[in-house]
């Protein structure tokens, strides 16, 4: 028999997930939106509606060659276009689409289901939602589904160019004395923020680099929670790349 307390794992993972493919789901469209070139520039003329006008847009083999420039070298090819390709923005477009489509198929093949049909990648997120329930006897399956949901709605927010999560820290920081600790849970780390921090260690690039900052990773939380006088389990828990307070943006 299950404890209530293995049951929680599960259960707090999927409805983690739920919120992450939300997210998704809300930032996907802007995230096409911003590689969208504009139809018609506001300072242009009016068109003159007795005269026919040529065709607006790309054909597709102009459509191609772009894809084809775009995908070699970020370029945009010579020739009518509207706006600059977007490199950063396509390249996450197809990450997430890919992964969507593999997490859609995982999903399905764990749970013996048939292979699920092709569709857009929105239909497939609620899909793969609506699949939560049975899955949460499967902590795997489920853990799994939160981390794909996670990464790939962190990939949408870097290239809609959202600003990182911060969370402050309690305690001072052993290299300045400042209250200037601060957790960056997307990264697992936690940074001293001051530009004069400057810490002893040969290899760290603050020492040389002023846009450099210190930071602690997660196995040197214990030793920094003792030594600026900070709680470790509040430190940790702060690291939490939690769905809900990226909701809560």
């Not at 929105?122 to 939560?132: H, N, P, Q, S």
């Not at 430190?235 to 939490?240: A, D, E, P, Q, R």
């Amino acid at each position: 028999m299950t404890t209530r307390t293995e049951n929680e794992k599960p259960a707090q993972a999927a409805r983690e997930a739920m919120l992450w493919i939300e997210l998704l789901l809300r930032q996907f469209p802007e995230l096409l939106g911003e590689l969208a070139p504009s139809r018609h520039s506001p300072s242009a003329p009016p068109p003159d509606l007795g005269v026919p006008s040529a065709p607006t847009g790309r054909t597709r083999a102009e459509r191609e060659e772009a894809l084809r420039a775009e995908q070699l070298h970020g370029l945009t090819p010579s020739g009518p276009t509207t706006a600059p390709l977007r490199l950063h923005v396509s390249d996450a477009i197809r990450d997430i689409s890919d992964g969507v489509v593999e997490l859609d198929e995982a999903v399905h093949d764990r749970l013996r289901l048939p292979r699920p049909r092709r569709a857009q990648v929105a239909e497939r997120l609620l899909r793969v939602a609506a699949l939560l329930g049975p899955a949460a006897g499967d902590p795997l399956l489920t853990a799994h589904i939160r981390d794909e949901a996670r990464r790939m709605a962190r990939r949408c927010t870097r290239a809609l160019g959202a600003a990182e999560p911060v969370v402050r820290v309690r305690g001072r920081c052993p290299w300045c004395g400042s209250v200037s600790l601060r957790a960056f849970p997307a990264r697992r780390s936690v940074l001293c923020v001051n530009p004069a921090c400057r810490c002893t260690g040969r290899d760290c690039d603050c020492r040389t680099d002023p846009a450099h900052r210190h930071a602690w990773s997660e196995g040197a939380w214990a030793r920094l929670a003792a030594e600026s006088g900070g709680d470790l389990t509040e430190l940790t828990g702060s690291t939490v790349d939690s769905a809900e307070r990226e909701v809560r943006r």
